[in-house]
């Protein structure tokens, strides 16, 4: 985790938030190439679970919501943990935290536990009382839940169909840490998938193999990932079944993402709570009811940790160590970087034109700095799969040289080829070089 909190912030990852004032306690900020790596997990996960499928749908609802979604969900009242509260320092702490009943800060006397909410409290317009206050959105599920007659109402979608939305959450965690893992600022990618009551079971089922092999189809190793349904005891008030997509993070096994079997919970909570109607008209049935919910609920700031941990290797190459992330093509922050071999005129000229055509496309980097070795090295800590070098002879035979990242495997391309071999490689077609050494074989 050390090796990865350092080279995010050396290369422009992740950053602390407010950095020059010290930071602020478990907030990130996104750099240069963070905000391009989340961009791409948020796109992956877009492109599989609403634009791929024609029961799915997207919305993006507001992060502060009426005040009595909160109470109908149930956060007002169980979205807390017990806390105590040293007397003499007034620091807070969670009851399994504890050693000897002392404050693990000063060994001060502690108070009995108390409930402690985690959502964050502030209030809307100019009068701060009790009418005003407002919740940040502990999660983005309840702006799917209000919002199900008008999602019926407008696509007249039959069941089963899904919600999902991407979207900022707070939670005013105690216990933060392991660098963006939990965090109180972060961001969710949730779907919430609306079911007739008796199929709530094979969807359940379903949509944790559909969610497990997401990963797995975009890089992760299988050996680092694995389920692990919930206990009784342990599912959250809304809950009838849960499991986790767990993955082996440097601390050890955490929780990737969640899926519920949340019943008709939510929707009934607010039809009591609104006198709105929740209900779903089947019309080859003919009789009305409340959909069950499955909820495959992930964290966009968790993937992105997971990703460049399994990303992340280190190898020796000649006497060097060679650092490289080894990222799905679809997720790399940059996708080709191109390098003229000299600061010559006509190959920046040459190089340049290949930037402006090619980042018409993709998030192309530029680099004329450096020797060469060096700026592999720099696109290969960064995950960049593709190099793309212009030498002299480029000039005369007007073909280029690709470099790619895993293999460090070099081939010679013409130039007006570049782009269809780049689609193809990023879509992940075979890079093959033939034994005649200058040639390529791809299926265009
Ligand atoms: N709507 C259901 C729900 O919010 P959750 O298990 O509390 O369920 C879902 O959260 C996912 O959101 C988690 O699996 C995790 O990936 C992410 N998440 C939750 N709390 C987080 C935090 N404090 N920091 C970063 N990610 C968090």
Not at 148 to 171: D, E, M, S
Not at 280 to 303: N, T
Not at 335 to 364: H, T, V
């Amino acid at each position: 985790m050390e090796k990865l909190v350092s080279l995010s912030r050396r290369r422009g990852f992740i950053f602390p938030s407010s950095e020059i004032y010290g930071g602020l306690s478990s907030c990130w900020d996104y750099g240069p190439l963070g905000v391009e790596l989340k961009r791409n997990v948020k796109q992956a996960w877009w492109q599989a679970v609403v634009q791929k499928r024609d029961d799915m749908m997207g919305l993006d609802t507001s992060i502060l919501m009426h005040p009595q979604v909160w109470a109908a969900s149930g956060h007002l009242e169980g979205f807390s943990d017990p806390l105590v509260e040293c007397k003499g320092c007034h620091l807070r702490w969670r009851v399994d935290e504890l050693g000897d009943g002392n404050c693990p800060s000063c060994g001060g006397a502690l108070t009995e536990p108390r409930q402690f909410n985690l959502m964050f409290k502030t209030s809307m317009g100019p009068v701060e009382d009790e009418a005003s206050v407002v919740y940040l959105r502990p999660e983005t599920a309840q702006g799917i839940f209000v919002n199900f007659q008008n999602i019926v109402n407008t696509t007249r979608k039959k069941l089963p169909f899904g919600v999902a939305q991407i979207g900022k959450a707070f939670r005013n965690e105690i216990t933060t840490g392991n660098f963006i893992f939990r965090s109180r600022e972060f961001e969710q990618m949730e779907i919430e998938y609306f079911v007739k009551p008796g199929a709530d079971k094979e969807w359940f089922d379903y949509w944790l193999k559909e969610r497990f092999s997401w990963y797995v189809n975009l890089g992760i190793k299988k050996e680092n990932l694995r389920l692990r349904e919930h206990g009784k005891e342990e599912l959250a008030h809304y809950a009838r079944a849960c499991s986790d997509i767990d993955y082996l993070f440097p601390m050890g096994w955490s929780e990737l993402e969640g899926i519920a079997n949340r019943g008709n919970f939510d929707l009934a909570q607010h039809a009591k709570s609104s006198n709105e109607s929740m209900t779903y008209f089947d019309e080859e049935e003919k009789e009305h009811f409340i959909p069950y919910i499955i909820e495959p609920s992930a964290g966009v700031d968790r993937s992105v940790l997971a990703f460049l941990v399994d990303a992340y290797d280190e190898e020796l190459d000649k006497d060097a160590i060679r650092v490289v992330l080894r990222l799905h093509p679809a997720l790399a922050p940059i996708k080709a970087a191109i390098l003229p071999l000299s600061k010559r005129e006509p190959l920046i000229k040459m190089a340049k034109e290949l930037y402006s055509d090619l980042s018409q496309y993709w998030m192309i980097s530029y680099d004329d700095t450096q020797s060469i070795g060096r700026r592999y090295r720099r696109q290969d800590e960064v995950g960049t799969p593709f190099c793309i070098t212009v030498d002299f002879e480029s000039l005369e035979d007007k073909q280029i040289t690709i470099r790619e990242r895993n293999s460090m495997k070099q081939i010679r391309v013409p130039i007006d080829k570049l782009s269809s071999v780049l689609v193809a490689k990023l879509n992940g077609e075979p890079f093959e070089v033939l034994p005649n050494g200058g040639s390529y074989r791809l299926g265009f």
